[in-house]
């Protein structure tokens, strides 16, 4: 690392400058979501570099924790997601009415709501999956944005994925919960609890969001592929944390809500394939990364595994492609927060790769904080000494010349 950039690192602790801020307060911990910014970090940049009404840019938005914030600090935010679960879920957690419906449910008669996705049936006993089909049925004649989260919630809770990792996976331990709920009977009455009581956090969460909103819009647009997409216009901020190297699979971990949302197998494979680091080599724009240490750490890990090399290739090309072409329509600051992920045991220094590609892109680094907590809750109740081999992560930022 050169000693400029040495000399503009600042530690921090986020948490410890919002000390009355939780990492789920207001809307934040609706519903979960893997990888998710701690809101601390969102609100240091807002308060630091941006203004009341400017508008910041979120390509790789996940559950929005950048559109919450804006709204709680009167900004604009544009949030975008591979992930169509984007919008229902900031549709929900900057829902701004008072009225949530408390007795939704009645399955008499109720519709049936089969979602297209050929393998649901592999995640449900039969007895719960027709109880689901039936309130989905009712959700569907009449929709309201905190009802669907807290069905979201029902759907996870009573099938075979583990409710406690991310992407769906069928434990024994779930196996053996989903067999006692089972042999207790009467399945409705049951179901019906959860859905209440996830329906009451939902709306507890829901109106200490309103407590704190100030104003300001905030647009949702899931199903993008940020790495072929073109920004239509000017926007103050952008500001973002990435997916990892070797990174997660949203849209794996998604299945179960991207069905009962009406997506079929091919819409969800097609989403899938898009996925970075992941996908094939062909749907990236080629661009010439301008950096010495991405070209010294390719080296060391095409010695060490020549195959990891081109998911590094990939995950550099997709995400420098994507900083680099909404760069051009950012006025003022860039935020990355990003963690030393490794690729195959090595680990390279994502934020000095992305600032030596934008600074060869009309950006000037200001700082990087590094953040001095170096553990992050990636997943609900796992908590990471090192999650992914991250050891610290840190927020750089970056501001056009113009
Ligand atoms: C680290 S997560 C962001 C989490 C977010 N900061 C939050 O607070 O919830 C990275 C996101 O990148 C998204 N992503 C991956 N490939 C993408 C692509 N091709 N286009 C758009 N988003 C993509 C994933 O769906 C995931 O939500």
Redesign the pocket.
């Known amino acids: 690392m050169s000693n400029v950039t040495l000399e503009k690192r600042v530690v921090i602790s986020f948490r410890d400058i919002y000390p009355r801020l939780t990492t789920t307060y207001a809307s934040h911990g609706m519903y979960y979501?893997?990888?998710?910014?701690i809101p601390q970090v969102v609100r240091f940049f807002i308060d630091k570099y941006t203004k009341e009404q400017e508008w910041i840019i979120?390509?790789?938005?996940?559950?929005?924790?950048?559109g919450v914030e804006a709204l709680m600090t009167n900004r604009n935010a544009i949030c975008?997601?591979?992930?169509p679960v984007i919008e229902p879920l900031l549709k929900a957690k900057t829902y701004l009415p008072d009225w949530c419906p408390d007795r939704y449910f009645n399955l008499k008669d109720a519709p049936i709501y089969k979602p297209k996705w050929s393998r649901i049936k592999d995640w449900y006993p039969q007895e719960f999956l027709e109880i689901l089909e039936k309130m989905w049925g009712v959700y569907y004649e009449n929709p309201h944005p905190l009802v669907l989260i807290a069905l979201f919630k029902v759907s996870r809770r009573f099938s075979f994925a583990d409710d406690q990792v991310p992407k769906i996976f069928r434990s024994k331990k779930k196996k053996s919960e989903i067999e006692e709920m089972l042999k207790k009977g009467n399945y409705e009455k049951m179901i019906l609890e959860f859905f209440e009581k996830a329906l009451k956090d939902v709306y507890k969460a829901s109106m200490e969001f309103k407590r704190y909103y100030r104003g300001g819009t905030c647009i949702a647009k899931g199903g993008?592929?940020?790495?072929n997409y073109e920004l239509d216009r000017e926007v103050n901020h952008l500001l973002?944390?990435?997916?990892?190297g070797m990174?997660h699979e949203?849209?794996r971990s998604f299945k179960l809500e991207l069905a009962w949302l009406g997506y079929d197998d091919k819409q969800i494979r097609n989403l899938g394939k898009?996925?970075?680091p992941y996908?094939p080599e062909e749907t990236i724009p080629k661009i010439d990364i301008q950096s010495d240490t991405y070209e010294k750490f390719y080296k060391r890990i095409e010695e060490k595994n020549p195959k990891i090399v081109k998911v590094y290739e990939k995950y550099f090309t997709?995400v420098l492609g994507v900083f680099e072409r909404l760069g051009k329509r950012i006025i003022d600051y860039i935020g990355i927060f990003v963690g030393n992920a490794s690729f195959s045991g090595i680990s390279p220094p994502y934020d000095q790769i992305f600032i030596e590609h934008l600074e060869n892109c009309g950006f000037e680094h200001i700082t990087t904080y590094v953040d001095v907590i170096k553990s992050r809750k990636l997943f609900r109740k796992r908590k990471n000494a090192s999650p992914n081999g991250i050891e610290t992560e840190s927020l750089v930022i970056l501001k056009a010349k113009r």
């Open positions: 979501y893997p990888a998710r910014f979120d390509p790789f938005a996940g559950s929005g924790t950048v975008i997601d591979l992930n993008i592929d940020i790495v973002t944390s990435p997916p990892y990174a949203y849209i898009l996925e970075i996908r997709s």
